[in-house]
């Protein structure tokens, strides 16, 4: 062996960790999670010394409830959180101009709109990261970065240096590691100055009447008021510099701003922070052995509550295909489908929110007063606006097919022993949904499918019997029928993979979904029958 040899092997063999997560944020935490509790060696590297252990999110998504429901606290989490039903966007003199609705039950399963204080949801991530194995160091600032052809090579506090497989960079809008890649980022130019104060309630079981979403289009000062949970608020104010935050700051003008809603006998002032919202997107979300997550891949305007969730998301698709990788299933050229996939749903929201965001922030009376007359306008007439969709997946890692790239849905399902929604019933892999009543399985290619990862769940409307699921409610059968579908394959990050109308092709589609996440091909051949023997003929 050649001296360059011996030193790539020596600095192979030691390669401490699968992966490296740096940062311990939210987007972090569940990133961690999820490919500790996939059995892979996890290290995170957080600068402070401590969790952050104040709230910078307020609102998540029943997409990203169904993500920690994986992760396993969603039920420990319901008693410390609010279900928000309306959100609401008032002028000056508290017309309501715009008011969004938002279902008790979404197409995830729970409740579309969560307000939330971050650190309980910090404490309860925490715990289950640790529980999965992951090692996690605190005052370990990222300080620098090598990439090799095998691992990367992580200087954490100009001291140590941390050798692995791959880096997932969740280090937020600051992120060293974006810097130390050389990235750049396409900036919207929608960016406004905030200070945010947020409030704990003395007496959390008889709380003062506070508005619970509401934006105000007031342009001697747009405000924004949002619930953090039952316990906490947080009031929100346009500032016309961020120079002006060092006088307003004050908790004399902060309460004097708030006296409407809260004084100090209701509630204790427990933060003044400025914050200068963002619309950027970064130009590459994976160099080499290095990915970018959350606000590090992308920053956005607070006007959707978007931000937090589409970090979840950007873990949720990282880790089912990175585990992939990991073992061996798949080259890691499927981790270039991560960006692929997720771009285009970052600037949608990014640009329904400075949509959104602009009708708020205005700031000339005229131009308020037009908007005013528009927007009540259209609600005398009874134009109430469409409920706020988000894009499903259009390129990547789908089967084209109707219904590839949705969100898929999730009802309650019974198994004959358990009642409850599906990803609890049926287990967190990828699956297959069968119509039951149409089509059925080699029984041979559902132990097939099991070993790849896939979960065959026949689905039944009514009735028991051996090896179905009734779905009781019919969420996932009405689905199919919509899609004019007898199957439907449904990815790890509950992304749809593709749908059959064709009894005869499930096999295909589950062959094909199994394939797709790494299965070996020998694993899942079409059965054959035994060939028939030809009759010799001269060449």
Not at 47 to 68: H, Q, S
Request: hydrophobic content about 40%.
């Amino acid at each position: 062996m050649d001296e360059a040899a011996g030193d790539a092997a020596e600095r192979s063999s030691t390669i401490e960790f699968d992966v490296a997560v740096v940062g311990y944020g939210p987007v972090g935490m569940v990133t961690a999670a999820l490919l500790g509790a996939a059995g892979h060696r996890v290290v995170v590297l957080e600068r402070y010394a401590g969790l952050y252990n104040l709230p910078r999110a307020a609102i998540f998504d029943d997409e990203t409830m169904r993500t920690f429901a994986r992760v396993g606290i969603a039920e420990e989490l319901l008693p410390k959180i609010h279900v928000q039903r309306n959100y609401e966007w008032r002028n000056a003199a508290g017309e309501l101009l715009i008011e969004h609705h938002f279902a008790e039950r979404g197409r995830s399963g729970w409740a579309e709109w969560y307000m939330m204080y971050q650190p309980e949801l910090e404490s309860a991530l925490d715990e289950r990261v640790r529980a999965a194995e992951v090692e996690v160091r605190l005052s370990s600032p990222v300080t620098g970065l090598v990439q090799h052809a095998d691992h990367v090579e992580l200087q954490v506090g100009g001291e140590q240096t941390v050798r692995v497989r791959w880096v997932i960079a969740c280090d937020g809008g600051n992120s060293f590691v974006r810097e130390a890649l050389g990235r750049t980022m396409d900036d919207y130019g929608f960016s406004e100055p905030w200070m945010v104060c947020d409030f704990r309630f003395r007496d959390p079981s008889a709380p003062p009447a506070v508005p619970t979403a509401r934006q105000v289009g007031d342009p001697a000062g747009p405000t924004s008021i949002i619930s953090l949970g039952p316990r906490h608020h947080r009031f929100s104010y346009m500032l016309d510099s961020v120079e002006d935050f060092a006088v307003e700051r004050a908790p004399e003008k902060v309460w004097a701003r708030t006296r409407r809603w809260l004084s100090p006998d209701d509630a204790e002032l427990i933060r003044v922070a400025t914050y200068t919202f963002r619309s950027l997107v970064t130009d590459r979300w994976r160099v080499g052995r290095v990915l970018l997550a959350g606000d590090a891949a992308h920053q956005m305007p607070p006007f959707l509550g978007q931000g937090m969730c589409s970090g979840v998301r950007d873990a949720q698709n990282i880790a089912f295909k990175l585990d992939a990788v990991l073992r061996g299933r798949l080259g890691d050229e499927v981790l270039d489908t991560y960006q692929q996939e997720r771009e285009p749903h970052v600037r949608a929201v990014i640009e329904k929110g400075i949509e959104l965001g602009r009708q708020q922030t205005v700031r000339d009376p005229a131009r308020a007063a037009e908007r005013d007359r528009v927007l009540l306008g259209r609600r005398a007439a009874d134009q109430h606006p469409e409920k706020i969709r988000f894009p499903g997946l259009v390129d990547g890692l789908l089967r084209p097919s109707p219904g590839a790239g949705e969100l898929m849905v999730q009802g309650v399902v019974d198994d004959g022993t358990r009642r409850d929604r599906l990803d609890q019933v049926v287990g967190h892999p990828a699956h297959l949904l069968l119509d039951a009543r149409r089509v059925t399985l080699d029984d041979d290619l559902v132990a097939a499918l099991a070993d790849a990862g896939v979960r065959v769940v026949p689905l039944h409307g009514s009735g028991a019997a051996p090896d179905h699921v009734v779905d009781a409610e019919g969420t996932h059968l009405a689905w199919l029928a919509d899609h004019d579908a007898v199957a439907v394959a449904v990815r790890p990050d509950f992304y749809v993979y593709g749908t059959t109308p064709d009894a005869d092709a499930v096999d295909t589609l589950a062959r094909a979904l199994a394939a797709a996440l790494g299965a070996p091909a020998r694993a899942l051949l079409p059965r054959q029958t035994p060939p028939v023997a030809a009759a010799w003929s001269p060449s």
